[in-house]
């Protein structure tokens, strides 16, 4: 591999960059879907520019998904993974949406899962 290789940024993910796509969060999902569905994860971003600092969000053929600060060092090592984002590109990952609490309340949460 070329040293500058790594330098250079270029898409790693396949998908329709030119979509529009509507931007929601976990509980948007879970309001207008339920929370038993099952979503295909197109790609994986940081948003540097939140206001609240890098913020994780996840592509899905509709959304572009906020999904919360407690994922954002998973999706960056997920990005950094080769043969995860090779899954992504052939569709074969996905979440799903749980609901917790914690000591700060109650929130959602994305379990990952293969899709077959």
Same mark, same amino acid.
């Given at each position: 591999?070329? %040293?500058?290789?790594?330098?250079?940024?270029?898409?790693?993910?396949?998908?329709?960059?030119?979509?529009?796509?509507?931007?929601?969060?976990?509980?948007?999902?879970?309001?207008?879907? &339920?929370?038993?569905?099952?979503?295909?994860?197109?790609?994986?971003? %940081?948003?540097?520019? +939140?206001?609240?600092?890098?913020?994780?969000?996840?592509?899905?053929?509709?959304?572009?998904?906020?999904?919360?600060?407690?994922?954002?060092?998973?999706?960056?090592?997920?990005?950094?993974?080769?043969?995860? %984002?090779?899954?992504?590109?052939?569709?074969?990952?996905?979440?799903? %949406?749980? &609901?917790?609490?914690?000591?700060? &309340?109650?929130?959602? +949460?994305?379990?990952?899962?293969?899709?077959?």
């Amino acid at each position: 591999m070329n %040293i500058l290789e790594k330098y250079n940024k270029k898409p790693v993910f396949n998908y329709d960059n030119q979509k529009v796509r509507e931007y929601i969060n976990l509980q948007g999902l879970v309001n207008k879907f &339920g929370i038993d569905k099952q979503y295909e994860v197109q790609a994986l971003f %940081i948003n540097t520019k +939140s206001r609240f600092g890098d913020a994780p969000i996840i592509v899905t053929d509709d959304y572009m998904v906020n999904a919360p600060q407690h994922l954002l060092e998973t999706v960056k090592q997920m990005m950094q993974d080769a043969e995860l %984002i090779e899954l992504i590109n052939d569709r074969k990952v996905g979440f799903k %949406i749980y &609901g917790y609490r914690g000591r700060n &309340g109650s929130g959602y +949460s994305v379990q990952w899962v293969e899709i077959k």
